[in-house]
């Protein structure tokens, strides 16, 4: 089984170290011949984990510790999810690794698990309630189910969480390089397909040509919700743009093609500053001052000097989770909550920097309320020069939308 060693050893950082998913995979695939299969068992588990966990509860009488539980859901994530490997193969080399991993002690009750999960027909009895049973069967974690159904009801939860993986990817043009038209152009001699999105990027598979545009900074991946907030600024030439917490820049470089706006993009960690620069560096523009800020503490010199501002906050990424299945490994309602106090704090304080009768977009890629519309309408509540023009909660829909917020505020003149 090729790639199983080394998918395991992937999965015990990201388990074990908190190592993000993709960045561990980037670092330990790269040309490997073995690539798809590691990247498959590693997403597959994460994608799987509350399901695996689940197994593991009924299949165990004592919950076993980080390592062996590791093994457990990659040797139970082949069984039931990777047809090509055969069941004898699974279980010896999730035994194999005990060995591997210093823990020769734990064979016996490893092939047990497996072998009791493979004479059980591979599935274990499901949970009797339809929050339990709706977590094992979409794999999201019952506290957030539990908050979704508290929030949107059962069936529509049922059916956000129940899309099917999007594989392709959103792209936008680089308008100061090329026209939309060249691009299309250039994909149809490549013989790419693509499908115009609702805020004027493409879906595209991820073909090497694709990758090649990218680094060139003929194009960007950037998901069509990104898009959407950006243009919710409804930008004009001349203005003054603040994008409070800016980094890595997709927005504000975005914002200075639609416009030719003066943007001050600021984020709290020096290091992520680097990231805009680099960014709009890729894709020749110029205007954006990166500057090192944190948007809860009150800055004089910004006091009411900018028309417009963007307010796209630290969240808890929930929605997209799809995309990125290791956050819900991190995520908790203790985090939601006190995320949604920095989010508030940063909303407030921002708000300071809006001109009369300029407009602040909100705007966030997670899907509870507790940190998208209690904010801003806790923010209306307590500031009543302000009002929500509009707002809009996008949910996965399996067709390349993220679970995205927008919010657009306008303090009245
Ligand atoms: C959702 S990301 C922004 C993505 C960015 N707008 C884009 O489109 O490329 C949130 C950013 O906020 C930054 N951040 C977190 N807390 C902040 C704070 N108090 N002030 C400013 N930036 C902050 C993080 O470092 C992170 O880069």
């Not at 490994?329 to 009369?356: G, T, W």
Request: glycine share 8%.
């Amino acid at each position: 089984m090729n790639g199983f060693a080394i998918a395991c050893d992937i999965l015990s950082k990201i388990y074990k170290e908190d190592a993000f998913g993709s960045i561990e995979l980037n670092k330990r695939i790269g040309g490997a011949s073995n690539q798809a299969v590691v990247t498959r068992l590693v997403y597959g588990v994460l994608q799987k984990d509350t399901e695996l966990d689940y197994y593991i509860s009924k299949l165990t009488s004592k919950r076993p510790g980080r390592s062996e539980a590791v093994l457990l859901k990659a040797g139970l994530y082949c069984l039931k999810y990777m047809d090509s490997f055969p069941d004898y193969a699974v279980v010896d080399e999730t035994v194999e690794m005990c060995e591997k991993i210093g823990k020769r002690q734990l064979k016996g009750f490893v092939n047990g698990v497996l072998k009791s999960f493979i004479a059980n027909g591979k599935t274990v009895e499901l949970p009797k309630d339809r929050i339990g049973l709706l977590s094992v069967e979409t794999s999201v974690p019952s506290w957030l189910v539990k908050a979704y159904v508290k929030q949107y009801g059962y069936d529509k939860t049922k059916e956000f969480l129940s899309v099917g993986e999007f594989t392709k990817e959103h792209i936008r043009n680089n308008s100061r390089v090329w026209t939309l038209n060249q691009l299309k152009s250039s994909l149809d001699e490549h013989n790419i397909q693509y499908i115009e999105s609702e805020a004027g990027g493409l879906f595209v598979d991820n073909t090497g040509y694709i990758k090649e545009l990218n680094a060139q900074g003929k194009v960007t991946y950037q998901s069509m919700t990104s898009m959407l907030a950006v243009q919710a600024l409804e930008l004009k030439d001349g203005e003054k743009m603040l994008d409070a917490c800016a980094a890595p820049g997709g927005k504000s470089v975005y914002a200075r093609e639609l416009a030719d706006v003066d943007i001050t993009a600021c984020d709290i960690h020096e290091h992520r500053l680097d990231l805009i620069r680099a960014y709009a560096a890729r894709m020749k523009t110029d205007g954006i001052k990166a500057v090192l800020c944190d948007a809860a503490e009150y800055n004089e010199g910004f006091d009411s000097g900018f028309d417009k501002i963007l307010c796209d906050v630290p969240c808890s990424g929930l929605g997209v989770a799809n995309k990125k299945p290791d956050i819900y490994l991190r995520a908790s309602m203790q985090k939601v909550e006190e995320l949604s106090k920095i989010q508030y704090a940063i909303l407030s304080n921002v708000s300071r920097y809006l001109k009369s009768g300029g407009r602040l977009v909100y705007s966030t890629c997670t899907t509870l309320r507790e940190e998208n519309y209690n904010i801003v309408g806790r923010f209306v509540k307590e500031n009543p020069a302000w009002h929500i023009v509009r707002h809009k909660i996008y949910l996965p829909d399996g067709k390349g939308c993220d679970g995205f917020f927008i919010a657009v505020l306008e303090k009245n003149g």
